[in-house]
């Protein structure tokens, strides 16, 4: 899934798409209501790529966990994140058996699960392919063209 342009900002609700970048911060769309606003760069601004949840062996990226919540649903609407804690954190425990129930508060599992559920309405819930894949896929394609050429001058 790819998490690249999509924004959380403090103290705005839902989701936002990174549209263009300004002098003074940045132009961002809403994933709620397709209303477009203004950033500055004082704003406390994350990038879903760029946010990770503790494991006991480390972190995991969120792409990730959303991933692994995708492949479990079926790439359907997950369990609502206005759901009792006890069945958030079993829910959680499902996708991530890992995580650590220390510092992964069930306030990071709502919003977690909330965004998923934002994503997936808006279609936004897609296979990864990893970027190996790609590489190796890439790599076959390039090998592949100048092959054809050489049959083109020939004929």
């Known amino acids: 899934m790819n998490l690249e342009k999509i924004l959380a900002i403090s103290g705005k609700p839902g989701l936002y ?5 300004t002098r003074t911060g940045f132009v961002a769309e809403s994933l709620v209501d397709g209303k477009k606003i203004t950033v500055n760069l004082k704003s406390n601004v994350s990038l879903l790529s760029e946010i990770s949840i503790y494991t ?27 759901e009792d804690n006890a069945t ?13 129930e220390e510092r992964v508060y069930p306030s990071d599992i709502k919003k977690v699960l909330n965004w998923y559920n934002m994503l997936q309405a808006k279609g936004l819930v897609v296979d990864t392919v990893p970027a190996v894949a790609v590489e190796e896929e890439a790599a076959v394609v390039a090998d592949a063209a100048p092959a054809k050429k050489e049959k083109v001058e020939k004929e």
């Open 56 to 82: 006991y062996e480390g972190e995991k990226p969120l792409s990730e966990i959303m991933q692994k919540i995708a492949d479990k649903e079926n790439k359907q609407p997950a369990i609502s994140h206005k």
């Open 17 to 21: 798409v990174l549209q263009v970048q």
């Open 88 to 100: 958030l954190t079993s829910y959680f425990k499902e996708i991530l058996p890992d995580y650590d």
